[in-house]
């Protein structure tokens, strides 16, 4: 079975710095990896997944995830962070074939000013 | 388009009660999905529904949870009688097409406390 670690549950930065979210995964077969945001008092949504081509995929806010397969991981960058960006931020894996989505423990990001 | 309707939004009840939430997914998507998500952990599937019928249940405690999608469309999830440890934020999504990858719209969520 497969199985996603988050390994930071907080992560607070200045307004401006670079950040990274950690997420590895454990799966004996291909997977898809997604990660979703939830802002404060809104539902879960999708931030960019990767299926299968480039290991860098990009959002449209700015953020960037890369698959390394070696490694395991699927870590969230932003080189620059907006308050906006204050949320929590969940990576999830799937099986290739299968819909079930398997998700991480979370991690929160604060920014401050 | 509208997104994924859930209500209530906040139940509150007494343990051993029984209590009913209710999803309505985005219009066309044949995929349903019920999620439980206990305080500082990642949302859990609880059963995935492909039109009105089941496609995984494997971690829905069946001795106190039901879940039903009659018609292919709104889905109701069901607990009797509710536990402590059932104290969560209940999500509903859903996806367009029957497919790997797909992405998963989510509604808002009950909050259910269990006293």
């Known amino acids: 079975a497969q199985s996603v670690t988050q390994l930071d549950s907080q992560v607070p930065v200045f307004e401006e710095a670079p950040v990274e979210l950690r997420c590895n995964y454990s799966?004996?077969?291909?997977?898809?990896l997604f990660w979703y945001v939830q802002y404060p008092n809104q539902g879960l949504q999708l931030l960019l997944k990767?299926?299968?081509?480039?290991?860098l995929v990009e959002s449209i806010n700015g953020f960037e995830a890369e698959f390394n397969k070696s490694q395991t991981s699927f870590h969230l960058r932003k080189p620059s962070v907006h308050i906006s960006d204050t949320a929590e931020y969940f990576c999830?894996?799937?099986?290739?074939?299968?819909?079930?989505?398997?998700f991480g423990q979370g991690t929160r990001l604060t920014i401050n000013p | 388009e509208a997104g994924v309707a859930q209500s209530p939004r906040y139940k509150i009840i007494e343990k051993r009660q029984s209590v009913a939430f209710w999803c309505n997914p985005i219009s066309g998507h044949a995929t349903l999905y019920w999620y439980q998500q206990i305080l500082g952990q990642g949302p859990k599937l609880l059963i995935q529904f492909q039109n009105n019928g089941v496609v995984d249940d494997s971690q829905l405690p069946k001795d106190r949870f039901s879940a039903e999608r009659l018609k292919g469309v709104d889905s109701t999830l069901k607990i009797q009688p509710a536990k402590l440890e059932d104290s969560a934020v209940y999500l509903c999504?859903?996806?367009?097409?029957?497919?790997?990858?797909?992405?998963?719209?989510f509604g808002p969520g009950t909050r259910l406390l269990v006293l």
């Open positions: 999504a859903s996806s367009p097409l029957r497919g790997a990858g797909e992405t998963q719209y």
């Open positions: 799966s004996s077969v291909s997977v898809y």
């Open positions: 990767y299926l299968s081509g480039s290991t």
């Open positions: 999830a894996v799937s099986l290739q074939g299968a819909q079930k989505l398997v």
